[in-house]
């Protein structure tokens, strides 16, 4: 396989809230190849988003810190960049699609200024050039008539227009790796449903590296190469797309699946994990799902699980471990 | 009605809530010591409350004993710690019982403008219609009269005394709060939480007393101390421009105006009301800038 | 009729009327444009469509929430479009709404206790303590408990919070509940909870659902009928199953090949419509569709098409059915 693009190693984020420490993402590795799209799966509180933020830098600086860990990026250390060095990999080297196209642009400005923005602060093209880039960019996302589009305002769009402009701009300076934050959950099936297969054909070019921060299992069987499942700040699985949906291994995966209405019989009870996502500050010792979990043991309230792996499919569980006999 | 049905999903009752049981009051208090800014608001309005509450017995002299022959006492001389006016009335205790007439009027003038614009502000935002755009017309005419000379108009025509520039600060001041209130009780209305109410077969009345009133303390609340200070300013110019509170009676208006015919000779008879007024002012919006963030959801939120 | 309806939804119009500044024109806005509908008792009927198709609206004109602006809505038989505030107010107690957002539902100012004792209180519903034990029963079926009582909707999980709706919504036991969006504000490992708890409660009580969505594999898990909205019109209605397996209008078609396969392995047909659901305030002419159809035919733009009836109250409003063979040849050559 092609050469890693980005490399989480061991991340550990720290908030501070007043005297309040919490860690919303403890020791959490992965890696994105190039060419691969990579989804990161998770509920609210995950940590799946402070993942993606870290990885673009935008970390709140007073209240946040990274106290351990690495994100190499094309071979280069970024949790120690400057503001000044980010500002040269940000929209450049790694750009990112928000969940919300109506507040991530800014009112105030043609869809056309806008997406110059990046161009003037990253390439040093003439007028003319930049002109021709934005429509040709324009184009590729599918939106109609863009020599009329870059004149108009964001009110003046539609929902799914709007994510097309947020998607052309990320992909304005040909970036390598790429980060889509819930991409389409705030627009509708039929919406989402063109906006996913805009994205599959770019993935499906050169080597764009796609990272889809999700909390919806179709999105990623859709979209994915690999896929890394999150819960409460830590990595509880990471596997090959089919082989984690063949192959569930932790309890937490195997309960998202089986809970989806699709996979359970019509009118029947749904397979529902019980209780609810722990907060970060709540975590206790042991196993971090072990208080929803139908199959824990007595060990997952004391001690951590290790990450077992097997055929690089990784996942955080005592039942994987050796002595414990593998359940399947 | 004994239920077949099996009470699964049953939520521990420890860890999932353990973090919200720390007490509003607690809470409150944690995020005053962590703001400096609140911190000092509080201690220069405690300092304000207690001066006009012990006034009278803190005050070194008779603040309206008149003394010809110790007049225009520079600051530290002969017991006079900021000095004396042209009467030769001690200057600290005049400020000192000054901050009384400030803290009645403050009070008293939010409290009267509170109540009169909250009410119209719920009837303007909750009723719609006709009366919403009479209010409103009413209050649209009124803000195009520049405050003060409002004051001054009402003042003049009702006569100078106490109560009655607590009662023209309070006509003057009335169309803020409505104006916050009923924008507060429109977007109230909307909320899903009084569709419920509605769904529910809640009355009209009780969805207003019992739905929408008590989420309106926290806006009322903050406007209110944020615009005590305003208040307070305004009686001092109302007071300096020879209406309002009338001498002798100490207040930081009228020494001002007192003192401006001295203002090359006696520079203490203006600086000190004047440094009164500002710290009052300073405080108390540091004590309402605080409140608001503090309990302002909407600015609070992540 | 043999069947019993338990509501009933006919011609029903809902339009805002939108000012744009002081010298433009009003324009009217058609959120919900004629639509008739009956529910069966005990049945769940959903309502699918997208973003602004006009189901919410539908579901809180059908509770009195909002005017309509035409049309009747007969509940148990008795028109209740036309009756006063007062008199709506006593019939609430017999159909009840669940709200898609547990964070904005419940008043923040009151207590779990508080909200689930005013409807009892409004509804004179019990005494006293058998208030009390009614609400510790509920508190209990939707899977809280007494500790619970006297805490504040800010300090529950959106899941809690939705239960303390759904507890609010059934303690009258009312006949009838509108659900609009129920789980769509929920985490995943949560939805699925809430929605078990509504199908046990819908045993339980033998309650009907209005069941009001855009989440096509929940409606699929949990309903018996469904009409599918666009534009504030109804363009295809049938049994659930019928409906999945079989979806005549080209707008159910696509809506039910964008759902996300549920394997990575899965391949699936897909129509990818083209374009935007267009503005209500300025609806095509025609079929409502035909900017955005892939089969769309020249009569499309020209004539609203009529309801076409297939097998088991399976019906949709589409040109393709209502033109006989030649006919549609006719419009092809003319083309």
């Known amino acids: 396989m092609a050469e890693s693009i980005l490399e989480i190693k061991d991340l550990k984020i720290q908030f501070q809230n007043g005297k309040h420490i919490v860690q919303p993402i403890r020791e959490v590795s992965f890696q994105i190849k190039a060419g ?16 993606s933020l870290a990885v673009m830098g935008l970390l709140p600086d007073r209240i946040s810190s990274i106290p351990s860990g690495e994100i190499l990026f094309d071979g280069k250390e970024l949790t120690k960049l400057k503001e000044k060095e980010w500002r040269k990999i940000r929209g450049n080297e790694i750009s990112m699609i928000f969940q919300e196209p109506m507040t991530s642009l800014n009112p105030v400005f043609t869809i056309g200024q ?25 184009k590729q996302v599918g939106i109609p008539r863009p020599e009329q589009i870059i004149h108009e305002y964001p009110h003046q769009l539609s929902g799914g227009m709007r994510q097309r402009v947020m998607i052309s701009m990320a992909l304005l300076c ?43 299992l179709g999105v990623v069987a859709e979209m994915c190469d690999w896929v890394v499942v999150m819960y409460a700040g830590e990595i509880v699985e990471s596997a090959e797309v089919n082989e984690l949906f063949d192959r569930p291994l932790h309890p937490y995966t195997r309960g998202l699946i089986q809970s989806l209405p699709s996979n359970n ?13 722990p907060k970060p500050e709540q975590v206790k010792q042991g196993c971090i799902f072990a208080n929803r979990c139908p199959l824990a043991m007595e060990k997952c309230f004391q001690e951590s699980p290790p990450a077992f792996q097997e055929d690089g499919h990784l996942s955080k569980c005592w039942l994987q471990s050796s002595d414990e006999g593998v359940v399947r | 009605m004994a239920s077949s049905i099996p009470n699964e999903p049953l939520i521990p009752e420890d860890d999932s809530l353990a973090f919200s049981q720390k007490t509003k009051a607690a809470e409150f208090f944690t995020s005053l010591l962590h703001s400096w800014t609140g911190l000092l608001g509080v201690a220069i309005i405690f300092i304000l409350l207690f001066l006009s509450i012990f006034g009278h017995w803190i005050a070194p002299y008779d603040p309206v004993k008149t003394e010809l022959t110790a007049k225009l006492l520079p600051p530290l001389t002969d017991g006079h710690l900021l000095g004396t006016d042209h009467l030769g009335r001690d200057l600290l205790s005049r400020i000192i019982l000054g ?14 403008a509170g109540l009169i614009g909250t009410v119209i502000g719920i009837i303007s935002g909750f009723f719609r219609g006709w009366i919403d755009i009479v209010l409103m017309r009413l209050v649209d005419v009124q803000l195009s009269f520049p405050f003060i000379l409002l004051v001054l108009i009402i003042n003049a025509v009702l006569g100078a005394g106490l109560k009655n520039i607590i009662i023209s600060l309070a006509i003057g001041g009335w169309v803020i709060f409505a104006r916050v209130i009923r924008s507060e009780v429109l977007a109230l209305r909307e909320k899903d939480f009084i569709q419920a109410a509605v769904a529910t077969g809640v009355s009209r009345f009780e969805i207003l007393i019992k739905h929408i009133v008590p989420n309106l303390f926290t806006p009322m609340i903050i406007l209110a101390s944020l615009q005590i200070s305003s208040f307070i300013i305004a009686e001092a110019s109302v007071s300096f421009l020879g209406f309002g509170v009338q001498p002798p009676t100490p207040a930081w208006g009228n020494m001002l105006s007192e003192g401006k015919d001295f203002i090359f000779s006696a520079w203490w008879l203006i600086t000190f009301p004047g440094l009164a007024i500002i710290i009052t002012a300073l405080g108390i919006n540091l004590f309402g800038d605080w409140l608001r963030d503090t309990l302002d959801p909407k600015i609070k939120g992540k | 009729m043999a069947e019993d309806y338990l509501v009933k939804v006919q011609n029903l119009k809902k339009y805002y009327e939108v000012s744009k500044g002081m010298f433009k024109q009003k324009t009217i806005i058609r959120a919900v444009d004629d639509v008739s509908f009956s529910i069966k008792r005990g049945e769940t009927y959903a309502l699918v469509g997208e973003s602004g198709c006009g189901k919410s609206t539908t579901g809180k004109t ?9 049309g009747e809505i007969y509940f148990q038989g008795k028109d209740i479009t036309k009756i006063s505030y007062s008199d709506m107010r006593k019939l609430r107690k017999d159909f009840q709404m669940i ?20 409807p009892l209180r409004i509804h004179k519903k019990f005494e006293g303590k058998e208030r009390e034990k009614k609400i510790h029963e509920i508190l209990e079926i939707v899977g809280l408990s007494k500790s619970h009582l006297h805490r504040y909707p800010h300090e529950f999980s959106g899941g809690q919070r939705q239960r303390i709706g759904i507890a609010r919504a059934v303690i009258l036991q009312p006949d009838f509940i509108i659900a609009d969006e129920p789980v769509s504000a929920l985490d995943v490992s949560v939805q699925s909870q809430v929605i078990n708890l509504m199908l046990d409660l819908q045993k339980e009580f033998g309650l009907t659902y209005l069941f009001i969505s855009h989440d096509l594999s929940v409606i699929e898990h949990m309903t018996d009928r ?20 079989n979806p005549k209008h080209p707008y159910t078609q696509a809506l039910i090949s964008a759902v996300p396969v549920a394997h990575p392995r899965e391949e699936r047909k897909r129509i990818i419509l083209k374009g935007d659901v267009p503005s209500p305030a300025n609806p095509p002419k025609g079929c409502p569709f035909h900017t955005r159809c892939p089969f769309a035919m020249d009569i499309c733009s020209e004539k609203a098409p009529e309801e076409v009836f297939f097998t088991d109250g399976h019906k949709a409003t589409c040109h393709l059915y209502t033109n006989s063979k030649e006919e549609i040849k006719d419009v092809i050559r003319n083309s």
């Open chain 1, 36 to 51: 691969q799209t990579v989804g990161i799966v998770g509920e609210s509180g995950s940590g799946k988003s402070v993942t």
């Open chain 1, 114 to 138: 806008q997406l110059s923005e990046p161009l003037k602060r990253h390439r040093q093209l003439s007028n003319k050039e930049q002109k021709a880039a934005i429509i040709k960019v324009l």
């Open chain 1, 174 to 216: 040909e970036p390598k790796l790429m980060i889509a934050d819930e991409p389409t959950t705030a627009l509708d099936v039929t919406i989402q449903a063109q906006i996913l297969s805009l994205l599959k054909k770019i993935t499906s070019k050169k080597d764009r590296s796609l990272m889809l921060i999700t909390h919806d």
């Open chain 1, 265 to 277: 019989e019509r009118k029947s009870k749904l397979y529902a994990i019980q209780g609810q996502v």
């Open chain 2, 99 to 112: 901050a009384r007439i400030s803290v009645i009027i403050g009070l008293s003038t939010v409290l009267i």
């Open chain 3, 62 to 70: 059908i509770l009195g929430l909002t005017d309509a602006t035409a």
């Open chain 3, 99 to 118: 709200f898609q957002d547990p964070y904005a539902s419940l008043n923040p100012k009151k207590t779990v206790r508080e909200i689930l004792m005013e």
């Open chain 3, 226 to 245: 469904v009409a599918v909205m666009y534009l504030g019109k109804i363009v295809e209605v049938a049994e659930t199953e019928e409906l999945f397996e």
